[in-house]
């Protein structure tokens, strides 16, 4: 038995339950749960899962579980690590400080634990090479007529290894292929910065040239509009009468 693991993204916290038959991960708010008579509690991932639940069926003889891959030597199964998962029915007074601590705790185990998923798969797999090899030569032996034309197979001493020529041949012609498909994109894609460089020059030239050309006709005004401007109209000017300056000036005078 598996208790959930805390997942944390920023400041949002959230419980993962583990799936009681295939082992995945049960976000909030999705899933099944099926409570038993004796409060037994069996939660689920989706429908299949259940389904094969009812159908009282032993996880460890799926073959798409997490059981029984551990069983069968497909995952780590023995590692300190798994031990943090596990089930402690043990009431704990609430502490922020431990609560923080925990959660910081678990971000590193479950660093850790991926590494050593990854170590375990390398390992593993270190000894499969030679058996892919064997399988791919007897997939060719057996499809031969489906690789190369029989012209090339009867005229070469070894079948065999004409048509892994032919293979070899046309798996580099491809790889060059994609090769200068790359170059010619990366060619295409330094013109086209090239062009937009060039373009963005033109228009801040054209625009300081318009700006020079619209700065140039501001100042620029005809004789005509000053005069225009300011000698009104007859219908806008006003009817002016005698000044009042006028008799005294004349008084002043006399």
């Not at 200068?180 to 228009?203: A, C, F, P, T, W």
């Not at 005069?227 to 300056?245: A, H, L, Y």
């Amino acid at each position: 038995k598996r208790a959930g693991r805390v997942w944390e993204h920023d400041h949002l916290t959230m419980r993962l339950d583990k799936c009681w038959f295939c082992s995945c991960s049960v976000y909030p708010g999705h899933g099944i749960m099926f409570v038993r008579n004796d409060s037994k509690v069996f939660k689920f991932c989706r429908s299949k899962c259940h389904k094969n639940f009812k159908l009282k069926r032993n996880p460890r003889h799926v073959r798409w579980t997490k059981a029984y891959r551990r069983s069968h030597g497909k995952e780590m199964a023995a590692d300190p690590t798994l031990e943090f998962a596990k089930v402690r029915n043990v009431p704990v007074r609430y502490n922020r400080e431990l609560v923080a601590t925990t959660i910081r705790v678990m971000k590193r185990v479950q660093e850790i634990k991926e590494k050593r998923e990854e170590r375990f798969y390398a390992n593993r797999m270190k000894g499969t090479k030679p058996q892919r090899r064997a399988e791919k030569l007897r997939r060719i032996d057996e499809n031969m007529n489906l690789i190369v034309t029989p012209m090339i197979t009867d005229k070469a001493e070894n079948p065999r290894k004409a048509a892994l020529d032919f293979i070899r041949a046309k798996a580099k012609e491809k790889r060059m292929k994609l090769l200068r498909n790359k170059q010619n994109l990366e060619i295409k894609d330094d013109s086209e910065s090239e062009d937009e460089q060039s373009s963005s020059m033109d228009v801040s030239f054209s625009t300081n040239q318009s700006k020079r050309k619209s700065d140039n006709a501001e100042s620029f005004v005809p004789f005509t509009l000053i005069d225009e401007v300011n000698d009104p109209p007859e219908e806008m000017k006003t009817p002016r009468g005698p000044s009042p300056f006028a008799s005294l000036c004349s008084v002043s005078k006399q």
